[in-house]
């Protein structure tokens, strides 16, 4: 076996589960397609992971980062494009090599959902968004509208009302799903908040230039001037490696795993947003160390405080 352990993704649960394993005396890497960080790198501001009262997420991702690497190697830039079980472990076939390991763990997150409306394709990058902190600062002094009502919506929000922008969000639902101090804030704020309506079309040339909005409640249909679109509806699990080999998952793709993070396949462990749950970063910490010390027991080594 080239490795005791594979971690497919350098997000929260990687990096701990990296770190972890490593101190566990297991040999292990991580693989990850871009640089690392996942869609941590794009949040404004954090202000709910304990110790850090407030910190943008592409700066906490780098602390990770930067800790992980002092324990374990981290192959960036180097997707996994294929995973087969092999007789005592599971054979990797990357965009550099093939390599083998004894247990694998799948830290492979989520990507953006999509509307999957009349412009987001033509207008993306032209005045459309999934990522405040990426575009936030191109739209200030502009108006801006935010698409959603989760937690993640709300943070975008806050956060270009911070840089100058004029922001309304929108939620097809009557009340928002965020937090209360969330949106208690974008009240305070006066950020406008339009309940029970969708957009139905983002229309523009060459950018963005307006929204159709049909509202569910009344069923009327309107116009909004709008500037730039920012779309926060959740997100999709990567869980097409995990079907590869026949793991169990749920009926919207999330990984299935036990309370120790074992799928269904022996030697094989899933960590973090992509099985589902609250998806946060401090729970994707921790079951990425749990994950980590979970796979002992098919390396022949015992952590003593496991």
Not at 136 to 149: E, M, S, T
Request: charged content about 20%.
């Amino acid at each position: 076996m080239d490795y005791e352990l594979a971690i497919i993704g350098a997000g929260p649960a990687g990096y701990t589960a990296g770190i972890y394993a490593s101190r566990a005396g297991i040999q292990c890497v991580i693989f990850e397609k871009n640089q690392g960080g996942g869609l941590v790198n794009e949040a404004p501001v954090i202000e709910n992971y304990t110790g850090f009262s407030s910190i943008p997420g592409i700066e906490l991702m780098e602390k990770m980062k930067q800790h992980a690497q002092q324990w374990v190697k981290i192959r960036e830039n180097e997707e996994v494009l294929k995973s087969e079980k092999i007789t005592d472990g599971v054979r990797l076939t990357t965009s550099q090599g093939v390599y083998t390991t004894k247990a694998l763990l799948m830290c492979t997150g989520t990507e953006h959902r999509q509307l999957k409306v009349p412009g987001e394709q033509d207008l993306r990058g032209r005045g459309l968004s999934y990522c405040a902190t990426c575009d936030g600062f191109f739209f200030k002094n502009k108006k801006v509208l935010v698409v959603g009502g989760g937690n993640s919506a709300l943070i975008e929000a806050l956060y270009l009302h911070q840089i100058g922008c004029q922001v309304s969000l929108i939620h097809r639902r009557d009340v928002l799903r965020g937090e209360a101090a969330l949106e208690k804030d974008m009240r305070t704020k006066g950020i406008t908040i339009i309940i029970n309506s969708v957009v139905e079309q983002i229309i523009g040339d060459t950018k963005v230039e307006k929204v159709q909005i049909h509202n569910v409640a009344t069923n009327k249909k309107t116009y909004l001037p709008i500037d730039g679109v920012f779309i926060s509806i959740g997100d999709i699990p990567q869980s097409s490696l995990a079907r590869l080999l026949d793991i169990e998952l749920d009926d919207k793709g999330y990984i299935k795993v036990d309370h120790s993070q074992r799928t269904n396949i022996k030697g094989i462990y899933a960590a973090g947003d992509v099985t589902g749950g609250v998806k946060q970063i401090i729970t994707a910490c921790a079951q990425g160390a749990v994950a980590a010390l979970t796979s002992t027991e098919v390396l022949g080594k015992q952590y003593p405080y496991y």
